[in-house]
T-cell receptor, first 111, second 114 residues
């Protein structure tokens, strides 16, 4: 699976959009981009995934660049409950098994 | 519903004890996973069961023994653990094992080995 690079930490004011970047410059054509988050001492929570096109669900939006070398997770109106570690993960489509979490980005949402 | 349940939430055991962690899902998923997460580190895969058969063992010591009694249940039997095995143990499940099959995680069991 391709490696990912994320900033170690980010801050965001409550009510503002949180934009979390991820670099995956070695991604292959058959690899999906997945985002999970982990609130302190809880199990990781699935957020969203995509292959080429931008995706949106009730939690977030995923913007993938045209060359697929980077992506951005957008939380449109961050709340204090969005404070968590966010993991960007690249997975091969036809085989999967382990999620290689990497170090993730620690997002702090402040009042 | 994407719920994976794990029991117990917390477990304290001595190095000579035998204990078991339990995981359950009712989503009809056919792949189930055990991950281990040390403090301030990302989760790391331990075992994968696919269609109730052990598919992957990531060189985990034999003091950890997984079991999949049926398609909804996954156990992790613990024996003669060491203090360094203290960690958050996470169970996950997915429809299949392809990269497009989203894994859903339980809340974890916080294990402390004295």
């Amino acid at each position: 699976d391709a490696k990912t690079t994320q900033p170690t930490s980010m801050d965001c004011a409550e009510g503002r959009a949180a934009n979390l970047p991820c670099n995956h410059s070695t991604i292959s054509g058959n690899e999906y981009v997945y985002w999970y988050r982990q609130i302190h001492s809880q199990g990781p929570q699935y957020i969203i995934h995509g292959l080429k096109n931008n995706e949106t669900n009730e939690m977030a939006s995923l913007i993938i660049t045209e060359d697929r070398k980077s992506s951005t997770l957008i939380l449109p109106h961050a709340t204090l409950r969005d404070t968590a570690v966010y993991y960007c993960i690249v997975r091969v489509t036809d085989s999967g098994y382990a999620l290689n979490f990497g170090k993730g980005t620690s997002l702090l949402v402040t009042p | 519903d994407t719920e994976v349940t794990q029991t117990p939430k917390h477990l304290v055991m001595g190095m000579t004890n035998k204990k078991s962690l339990k995981c359950e899902q009712h989503m009809g998923h056919r792949a189930m996973y055990w991950y281990k997460q040390k403090a301030k580190k990302p989760p790391e895969l331990m075992f994968v069961y696919s269609y109730e058969k052990l598919s992957i063992n990531e060189s985990v010591p034999s003091r950890f023994s997984p079991e999949c009694p049926n398609s909804s249940l996954l156990n992790l039997h613990l024996h003669a653990l060491q203090p360094e095995d203290s960690a958050l143990y996470l169970c996950a499940s997915s429809q299949g094992y392809r990269g497009t099959d989203t894994q859903y995680f339980g809340p974890g069991t916080r294990l402390t080995v004295l």
